[in-house]
């Protein structure tokens, strides 16, 4: 079992940066991939940016450049630093954790960029 809190959410104007975290408990060990999701009002949620356990990374087209996947092992938080924020970005964001048999999320924290 893998519990996923997120903060970090809020409010930010065009161009601006936001960093979400989030902090991961349980069977920590059993975690394959870490990411973000993200999602819109009537869109589907869709992959930000995940982070595997090799250290491999995988970013949105939308998102490259500006969002950075980290972690911080000792922690056991990973977090998305968010630059150069535009109004399309807008959504509830999600971490996400994946082992070999399970899926889990966060609650989510809402991202709003707008002036």
């Known amino acids: 079992q893998v519990r996923l809190v997120e903060s970090g959410g809020g409010l930010v104007q065009p161009g601006g940066s936001l960093r979400l975290s989030c902090a991961a408990s349980?069977?920590?060990?059993?975690?394959?991939?870490m990411g973000w999701y993200r999602q819109a009002p009537g869109k589907q949620r869709e992959l930000v940016a995940a982070l595997s356990s090799g250290g491999n990374t995988n970013y949105a087209d939308s998102v490259k450049g500006r969002f950075t996947i980290t972690r911080d092992n000792a922690r056991n938080i990973w977090y998305l630093q968010m630059n150069s924020l535009k109004p399309e970005d807008a959504a509830v964001y999600y971490c996400n954790a994946k082992t070999l048999a399970f899926n889990y999320w966060g609650q989510g924290t809402q991202v709003t960029v707008s002036s």
């Open positions: 349980g069977s920590i060990i059993s975690i394959s991939t």
